[in-house]
């Protein structure tokens, strides 16, 4: 069993290339993933893995339709609480969407909560204005499936 922190390093290298496979063994079949300033095409608050990898995979896992042609996480710092159940961290992105080529970057505050070594629960905070306001996001979420369901 991975350490916490090791487990969110792992966990967001997993994400970021939609490795469905290692973020389900990450991740809690329970788990509730909240983003509580999310852009208008994300809901705020999905319950369930299977749910979240389904909407992972539709926002960031295919670079044909998705919204990034290429997306990375850089700068990550870990804080692990004392209680050792509780991670903290902080990281950057960097990406071009695929619509426009244009380029993303964004800075991110999240929590990662677990139980029994797993991911049971993923708070991500970031700017949702730098992708609403971007014309690479324009008509993104729009089709069926994908948005604030």
């Known amino acids: 069993m991975l350490d916490p922190e090791s487990a969110v390093r792992r966990y ?16 809690h079949e ?29 926002t960031l896992g295919d670079r044909e ?17 004392k209680d050792e159940s509780v991670v903290f961290a902080d990281y950057r992105s960097v990406g071009t969407f695929r619509s426009t080529g244009g380029p993303y970057s964004n800075k991110y ?11 049971v ?11 609403e306001d971007n014309p690479g996001s324009r008509g993104f979420g729009s089709s069926p499936g994908v948005g604030r369901t």
């Open 109 to 119: 505050l999240a929590r990662f909560d677990f139980l029994g070594g797993l991911i």
């Open 30 to 58: 329970d788990l509730v993933v909240e983003v509580p300033c999310a852009p208008r095409f994300v809901p705020p608050i999905t319950h369930g893995r299977e749910r979240f990898l389904d909407r992972l995979v539709r």
């Open 12 to 27: 967001l290298a997993a994400q970021q290339v939609v490795d469905v496979d290692r973020i389900r063994e990450l991740t």
């Open 65 to 81: 339709t998705g919204l990034f042609a290429s997306f990375v996480y850089t700068d990550l710092r870990t804080f692990l609480c």
């Open 121 to 131: 629960r993923f708070v991500e905070y970031f700017d949702p204005r730098i992708t």
